[in-house]
């Protein structure tokens, strides 16, 4: 198959190339470009050489239509709206890596991207691609709403223990950290080395853009209407997210039985991995990988529920999840190309 990337010279896009240049059902990747079309790939990323030698195409969709089977869009939020709807609409399927086609309505969308732009489009159309939950409405979607990181992270930590209501759904707090890859290639004034380097800060405090989705999500699979209080933390390193959350538990339920609801719940999918009872995730453990590592720990005396859960914030927070869901979307096994073990240290 064939497949092109739009947005490529971002840190989404090479990320996707890292994955699909080895993966044994990918053939060709185009590379689309709009502020380096015509240029090598790797002038852009020197540490291609040799292995990605094409030249950058400009956006075009009748060339996409006629060439590929299906678009990356690693572009930064309301652009994609813009070309999705025309490429689904002639047959090519859509995974989108921006925040577009997430959330429930324009109007949501409007209060907490700040612009009105996906008005414009059917949000109705997309599937959510949080791959372990909707692997059965991807495999019969041709758009998929690939999920934010801290959302990846953060539901997949909290919706074994809300379905099964071994927590309350009111008074979730969820503290998260990121590195600073997060924040993509382009330079801005947080993400400066010296307003990072031997710093922390917490960003976005009632307003980050998950807010909405990790509600959205969490609501959906639970009938119930919940609010949830999340706070961003930027941290000096590279790659890794951490979602750390506290929940109330509901019944008497020891922690030994939270950690097997937690391994029923995501047997047979190997991309999320349960630790045994008190031993917490670190970032570093996950990192290059796909997988989603959630540790969990019980306080007695507050009688709450602590999850740490973890990810690389550009595999299975973005790169890692797409590639997993074009896997479930065409049929093939949803680890094809995404076997690669965490590099540590
Ligand atoms: N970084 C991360 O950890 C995660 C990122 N995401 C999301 O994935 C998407 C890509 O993120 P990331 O790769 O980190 O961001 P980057 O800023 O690194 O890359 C985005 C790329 O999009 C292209 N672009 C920028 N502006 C426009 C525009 N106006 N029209 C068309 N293309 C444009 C540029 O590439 P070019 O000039 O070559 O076209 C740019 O390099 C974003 O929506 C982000 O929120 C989601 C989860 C995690
Ligand atoms: C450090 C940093 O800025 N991180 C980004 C990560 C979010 C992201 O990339 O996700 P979307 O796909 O929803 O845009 C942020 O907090 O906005």
Redo the contacts with the bound molecule.
Sequence with gaps: MKVAIVGGTGYGAVELIRFLERHPNIKEIKIVSHSQAGKAFEEAYPHMTQIVSQHMSALSIEELANEVEGVFFATP?SVSYKYVPALVDKGVFCID???DFRLADPEQYEQWYGTKTAAKVDLAKAVYGLSELYHQQIKATKLVANP???PTATLLALLPALEHKVIKETGIIIDGK?G?S???RSMSLAVHFSEMNENTRA??VCQ???IP?IERYLSDRTNKEIQINFT?H?IPMTRGLMATIYADLQELITAEEIEQLYRDYYQGHTFVRIRPIGQLPATKEVYGSNYCDIGLQVDRRTNKLIIVSVID?LVKG?AGQAIQNMNILNGWDEQLGLNDVPIYP
């Design positions: 939020s890596l921006s925040g934010g990181c801290y990121t600073v997060g924040a993509g960003y976005n980050h853009k998950h989705e961003p930027i914030n973005a």
